[in-house]
């Protein structure tokens, strides 16, 4: 029986998404299904594959995850099958693949639309679920649709690295306004090498510490952690970090004006001394 689950953009207020769970029982009553998310942001694909990549990595191999986020971002022709490091992702042409996988993923089939079909968002869940059912039911994946298929490339958000600086951008705000920063663990300890730091944003706070958990700082304080994804987390004791500092995630959209000029309220920097 096949473990599906399910991320989107489309949020709880109508009945899609009773609507796509119903459509995928009945290509199969034993599908079970999961909910990862609904209220992603509309056409925030930094969010999205951040939330995506920390999710599907700690499901049990041979997952199905069906991702409807910004699916009609151009008339489609193809849907997206991929598989990677033991989980099936399944989601619509449009860069966030390899967002999500912060690479290519080993293999990759293209699920042909029907052209006369109107292709709506139950259309395309009819088409996800009967590729897993196909699978579930032991078919090829090579079988299922068009093997290495031509596909659209989006490159994933990363930091900017100087010599004794980091520059991250603020990709996730969550339900208590902690922001998260795409900057690792891994990459601030490599580029620390044992020196002392301060995080700075919006342009004069600064936190020249690292915190186990929220409870190693005072109520209304400021503190910064790695939380348990792994990425730099600012966040206020019993506060409301993002509201309070005026900060806002990182979107496709401020992409093209962060180019032309640094956005302080969606950038945070880390200086090594």
């Not at 596909?151 to 902690?178: A, C, M, S, Y």
């Not at 952690?225 to 600012?234: H, K, P």
């Amino acid at each position: 029986m096949a473990l599906i689950t399910l991320t989107s953009d489309i949020g709880h207020k109508d009945y899609l998404i009773g609507a796509i769970k119903g459509q995928l029982l009945q290509l199969d009553p034993a599908f079970q299904m999961m909910d990862i998310s609904h209220e992603l942001s509309p056409f925030n694909y930094p969010q999205a594959a951040y939330v995506c990549r920390n999710a599907i990595r700690h499901f049990p191999p041979f997952t199905y995850h069906i991702i409807l986020v910004n699916l009609f971002e151009k008339k489609p022709e193809q849907l997206l099958l991929a598989f990677h490091k033991e989980q099936y992702l399944l989601c619509a042409d449009n860069g966030l693949l390899n967002m999500i996988l912060e690479g290519r993923p080993e293999m990759v089939i293209g699920l042909p639309l029907d052209k006369t079909a109107v292709k709506n968002t139950l259309h395309c869940v009819r088409i996800m679920g009967q590729a897993i059912s196909k699978l579930a039911k032991g078919a090829g994946l090579l079988t299922i649709g068009t093997p290495d298929a031509t596909f659209t490339e989006k490159n994933h958000l990363r930091p900017v690295f100087g010599d004794n600086w980091i520059e991250g951008q603020i990709i996730f705000i969550d339900h208590f306004e902690n922001v998260i920063v795409n900057i690792t663990r891994e990459e601030f300890e490599q580029r620390r090498k044992g020196r002392s730091f301060r995080i700075v944003f919006k342009r004069d706070e600064t936190i020249d510490k690292i915190s186990e958990t929220y409870a190693d700082v005072q109520e209304g304080e400021k503190l910064a952690l790695f939380n348990s994804a792994g990425y730099l987390e600012i966040a206020i004791q019993k506060g409301n970090a993002a509201g309070l500092f005026g900060l806002q995630d990182f979107t496709e959209q401020s992409q093209n004006q962060y180019l032309q000029s640094r956005l302080f309220y969606q950038t945070v920097k880390v200086f090594f001394e």
